[in-house]
């Protein structure tokens, strides 16, 4: 019997392929669900049925650690074992599982999106799938499930893209405040939608999570998000962590994915102790004896400069909350690595304003900038502000760094 599935569906279809996911694994089944935007399949032809762990599960693309995308293997024992923890984390904070309603604007192909559904299936619970349409006019999103939201604990999983959007209107901001708790990952959330959001008064619980851990291993509550808490949040009970002498985050736990190798061979993803290496640098708090995580940034964009390591979010971070607290109208800040001479590598920094100015007004802004970033140490500072009307995040949040570095090297090229 067949035992690896491709499946493909359409965005208004999605409660139809989880119906076919949810008979196929019956027969122990993996599932390898394709993205609808692309057709090709990939490893899965390299893939040796009998290599396959007996029990059922998923075959789910990750960004992997360190920037290395690859193809996950997630038993469905290690979905169960996740949406218990989380279950209990529910708990924790006053919420039966089983009396939520989970909402779930994600793509199924994704962890993120796979998770909300099979966490009902374990609590028990309903799962409404919303359409990615209805996310990008939150007018309709609000008249669409008015009524449904106006009854029990209702749950969903945002990223920040989505957060934003919904935020900048009225309709978007009563359908947030309908909502219990609202796990937003996928990227950190700036200072400027965290502001945002608790002026609003929205139950945001930032958590930290990835492909290769099953989802969110740490999630902060709503009640401390709302106090002020910027972190990750407290571990989920079968997590353990810790981190490496450059701070790099790594995670124990029985739930940690297989990964495909370029043959198409299952290998561990762990070293011979158990241990799981992320591609994050991250910070672990310790407060009346639970541990809780602080993402300080991406390894992969760390840069090594007069023999210091530099994590350029950080930076991003300063700069935007200087932006937001002293008017500077920039939305989007985006520091890209280059080489240097004196301190091995610096940056420039791509900027978007948020409205029309006039070429004066700006280039103030810009020696306003300057000046703030004066008293930063040298390895630090960006060599040269550049704006970048088009500087935008994709669909999960993030910065496609490759686009934006070939878009800096035309910029300058076009200024010699």
């Known amino acids: 019997m067949k035992r690896v599935h491709l499946i493909t569906y359409e965005t208004d279809q999605v409660d139809k392929a989880l119906k076919k996911i949810t ?48 193809q996950c293997l997630q038993s469905l024992r290690n979905l169960t074992q996740s949406a218990k923890a989380t279950g209990e984390w529910l708990r924790r904070n006053g919420i039966e599982p089983h009396n939520c309603h989970i909402f779930n604007p994600l793509p199924i192909h994704h962890i993120s999106g796979l998770m909300p559904w099979w966490r009902s299936k374990c609590w028990k619970t309903n799962h409404t799938v919303i359409q990615p349409y209805l996310m990008r006019h939150p007018e309709d999103l609000q008249n669409t499930y008015k009524d449904v939201l106006q009854h029990g604990y209702n749950i969903t999983s945002l990223v920040p893209t989505q957060l934003a959007r919904l935020l900048k209107c009225t309709e978007g901001k009563q359908w947030l405040q309908a909502f219990s708790i609202i796990w937003v990952g996928g990227a950190p959330i700036s200072e400027e939608l965290a502001h945002q959001a608790r002026q609003a008064k929205i139950n945001l619980s930032p958590c930290y999570g ?19 808490n910027s972190t990750s949040g407290y571990l989920l009970e079968d997590i353990e962590v810790k981190t490496s002498k450059n701070q790099v985050l790594q995670v124990r736990s029985s739930r940690l994915a297989l990964a495909l190798s370029k043959q198409g061979t ?60 002293n008017q500077v109208p920039i939305t989007k800040v985006l520091l890209i690595t280059t080489n240097n001479e004196t301190w091995g590598e610096s940056f420039f920094a791509l900027l978007r304003f948020s409205k029309e100015i006039s070429k004066s007004r700006k280039e103030l802004y810009l020696v306003q900038l300057s000046h703030f970033t004066n008293s930063w140490l040298p390895q630090e500072k960006p060599i040269d502000w550049i704006e970048c009307p088009g500087l935008q995040v994709n669909s999960i949040g993030k910065f496609e760094l490759k686009k934006w570095k070939t878009w800096l090297e035309s910029a300058r090229n076009q200024k010699k």
């Open 23 to 70: 008979s196929l694994l019956g027969n122990f089944a993996w599932i390898n669900i394709q993205d609808p935007k692309d057709r090709e399949d990939n490893q899965n032809n390299l893939l040796l049925e009998s290599d396959l762990p007996k029990e059922p599960g998923f075959i789910i693309r990750s960004g992997g650690s360190n920037s290395r995308p690859h």
């Open 210 to 228: 990835s492909t290769e851990t099953a989802a969110m291993i740490s999630a902060q509550s709503p009640k401390e998000f709302l106090n002020g």
């Open 266 to 325: 299952p290998q561990k993803i762990t070293n011979a102790h158990g241990w799981w290496e992320s591609g994050d640098a991250a910070k672990i708090i310790t407060k009346n004896g639970k541990k809780e995580i602080k993402i300080i940034g991406r390894i992969d964009r760390a840069i090594n400069s007069g023999g210091e390591t530099v994590y350029p979010e950080s930076l991003e971070l300063k700069i935007t909350n200087y932006c937001r607290e």
